[in-house]
Every structure is written in structure tokens, then in C-alpha cells.
């Protein structure tokens, strides 16, 4: 069972440039989360979506932008990269609002 | 605006000892899950506490729930070095909301 696939798994970028973080589910879960963890920290809402078509802000979402087409895919898109970006991206999945969420193994990003 | 906070941040015991992790959130929430996360990996669901009074047990680990207080613990039994990593918490109205995570080690 592949479960939450991420790619990229690590990637450098320079400020300004622009890049597609991409997160697949094949457990046709309904709701999707992207979350960003810096260094020692814990994790920040950054966008949810609720199912196809349905997206939402969460606790940090200025400097990127989701789309939410297909079930299954659940892109983040970052536009005009700066070094504040650099973190570690997760993207995770649940069922429904009130059941366990499973992650990807993550997105490690650099912007120099 | 849900608010999750746990404490302490940072947990150093020794093998064989017992402890209890804190979560408290701000708003109504009947659902609180707790995660693993071992040094630069991904995270590992733990526990779903889904009704105020839900307790949930594995191996040395054990959650709880009380939603009136707007608190969930984590209570660990005879720590062993295995169980180092850090532990979050999460609450749940429309948006799933982590806490700040407690780093714990567990020495000899």
C-alpha cells in the first residue's frame, strides 16, 4: 500500500523561483492537510481541503496556494520562494474530520 | 481559534520511571489524537481519543481524554529507550491542529 506519496523528497531552491510540492493519496480519503515544520518545531496548518474542489486556509498560508481537482492529488504550489520558506513539508490524509490522519514521509526544502 | 499547547516541551527520564505529557486546547474539541515522531521521520498515529472519558492504552503508553477540562494526557509507564521521540497532540473542529510536541529522552 503506497498510502500518502510526497514528492519531491528534497529540493534547493533560489528565492524567487517557483515550485509544486506534490502530495497522492490512493486510500480515497476525503480530507487532505498540508503542514510545514521547521527545525525543533512543531507543525503549522498551512492549507486543508475538505474534498474535491473544497480548499481552506489554515494557520500559514501566505506565500502558497493549494488546488484541490481529484480526490487523490492535493498539490502546494510556492510562488516568489524566500529563505522563511525553508522547512520541511508534510502532506497528510484522513478519512473523515474525526478520524486518524496518516502523513507523507515529507518534502525537505531548502531556499537559498 | 483553536489553540493547542502541551507541556513540558522538553522530558529527559530515566528507564523505569513514569511521567504524564499535558495537551490543553483552547475550544470545544471532541476529538484529540496523539502522534509519534522519531528524528527525521514522518509522523506516527498513536492514539484517537474520540468522547470525553476515552482511554486508550498500548504497551507502556496510555492517553486520556477529558473534555470538559479541555485536556488530554499522556501517560507513560516504565519508560524504556525505545520510546524516546517526540510526542504531539492534535485537536480537531474543522481544522486539524498540532500542539507544540514534547521532546522526550529516556536515559539509563
Known amino acids: 500500500n503506497a498510502g500518502v506519496t510526497q514528492t519531491p523528497k528534497f529540493r534547493i531552491l533560489k528565492i524567487g523561483q517557483s515550485m509544486t510540492l506534490q502530495c497522492a493519496q490512493d486510500m480515497n480519503h476525503n480530507y487532505m492537510y498540508w503542514y510545514r515544520q521547521d527545525p525543533g518545531m512543531g507543525l503549522k496548518l498551512i492549507y486543508y481541503?475538505?474534498?474535491?474542489?473544497?480548499?481552506d486556509k489554515g494557520e500559514v498560508p501566505n506565500g502558497y496556494n493549494v488546488s484541490r481537482s481529484t480526490t487523490e492529488d492535493f498539490p502546494l504550489r510556492l510562488e516568489l520562494a524566500a529563505p522563511s520558506q525553508t522547512s520541511v513539508y508534510f502532506c497528510?490524509?484522513?478519512?473523515?474530520?474525526?478520524?486518524?490522519?496518516?502523513f507523507g514521509q515529507g518534502t525537505r526544502l531548502t531556499v537559498v | 481559534e483553536l489553540k493547542v499547547e502541551q507541556n513540558p516541551l522538553f522530558l529527559s527520564m530515566q528507564e523505569g520511571k513514569n511521567y504524564t505529557i499535558y495537551c490543553n486546547y483552547s475550544?470545544?474539541?471532541?476529538?484529540l489524537y496523539w502522534y509519534r515522531q522519531d528524528p527525521g521521520k514522518s509522523l506516527e498515529s498513536l492514539f484517537v481519543l474520540l468522547s470525553n472519558g476515552a482511554v486508550k492504552q498500548e504497551g507502556r503508553l496510555m492517553a486520556s481524554l477529558d473534555t470538559k477540562a479541555r485536556l488530554s494526557t499522556l501517560h507513560i509507564t516504565a519508560a524504556v529507550h525505545d520510546l524516546s521521540a517526540t510526542y504531539f497532540c492534535a485537536a480537531n473542529t474543522d481544522k486539524l491542529i498540532f500542539g507544540t510536541g514534547t521532546r522526550l529522552q529516556v536515559f539509563p
Open positions: 497528510a490524509s484522513s478519512y473523515a474530520g474525526y478520524t486518524e490522519a496518516f
Open positions: 481541503s475538505v474534498g474535491a474542489g473544497i480548499t
Open positions: 475550544t470545544t474539541s471532541d476529538r
